[in-house]
């Protein structure tokens, strides 16, 4: 076992289901202590519950915080608890996030302000109210939890792609910043995971998009979390999780998005051909 994380502590946001909660698993397996965030607490419960059970050592410990990323107030109210009670942590994984694929003009003011609340503001939020510990600290690392699609625009997710292109500039930044008081800082973009978000996506998802989408590959949340795991103890910046997913980030930037908007293009026409086929 690495011995990297051993006695280290983790605050994840998001951390009650999907990517957040197969990385505190494995952090546990690790010998991490940690405090999970998210806004349910019934959720959380079985959450602390799963990690505690995957503890291998009897000085980790574990607790939850209820907390809406989205609120700036309740988020430096509750990580400054958090702080006080446990410490200043080691690594903060801000994995909570929500999506919306649709097309453009079905998409209202109030579905645009939300999403960009949770997943671009909540992530600020956070990070916000961590960092001056951090800063006191003179460590720390910090985690966030973008996508493929803020990567590579895709269709049918103007509002999503959105929050998560502003994440990736927005790390690009604070990472720069951040360096000054040795606080790292990683930024994850994942191509489509099996999680919840999926169905719940898909009701609205148009027939291009998912098409558009299978380009890049499909991967189990064990594997991004993984990967979120092995950038901590390497030190990387940019992580893109997934062959599929990193060869068409390669061929984008190699080809200033040639090779990727021509391709998308045409299964956007066909996607919208057989759409059109079937409602008939």
């Not at 973009?189 to 291009?208: G, L, R, S, Y």
Request: net charge positive; with cysteine; charged share 25%.
């Amino acid at each position: 076992m690495t011995t990297f994380f051993f006695n280290k502590l983790a605050f994840i946001t998001g951390g009650s289901s999907g990517i957040g909660l197969e990385t505190a698993l494995m952090l546990a397996d690790r010998g991490c202590s940690m405090v999970l965030f998210a806004r349910g607490q019934a959720g959380l419960d079985k959450a602390r519950q799963a990690v505690a059970d995957r503890a291998v050592d009897a000085n980790q410990k574990f607790d939850t915080v209820s907390m809406d990323v989205a609120d700036n107030t309740d988020v430096a109210q509750k990580i400054n608890d958090a702080v006080e009670r446990f410490g200043t942590p080691d690594i903060l994984i801000n994995s909570a996030g929500v999506g919306d694929g649709n097309y453009f003009e079905n998409i209202t003011y109030e579905q645009f302000d939300r999403v960009m609340k949770i997943n671009v503001y909540g992530t600020r939020n956070t990070i916000s109210a961590v960092l001056p510990h951090m800063k006191k600290k003179r460590s720390g690392h910090i985690v966030n939890l973008a996508s493929e699609a803020g990567l590579i625009g895709i269709f049918g997710y103007s509002l999503y792609s959105t929050s998560k292109y502003a994440l990736v500039g927005f790390s690009e930044c604070i990472r720069a910043e951040f360096k000054r008081h040795n606080i790292r800082v990683t930024v994850v973009c994942p191509p489509e995971v099996k999680t919840p978000f999926i169905d719940e996506e898909a009701k609205t998802m148009p027939p291009e998009g998912k098409a558009v989408k299978r380009m890049a590959g499909l991967l189990e949340p064990e594997h991004v979390a993984k990967t979120i795991v092995k950038a901590i103890e390497r030190n990387r910046f940019l992580v893109v999780p997934g062959l599929a997913a990193k060869f068409m980030y390669f061929q984008h930037r190699i080809s200033n998005g040639l090779l990727t908007r021509t391709p998308s293009d045409w299964i956007v026409a066909l996607a919208a051909r057989m759409a059109a086929k079937n409602r008939r």
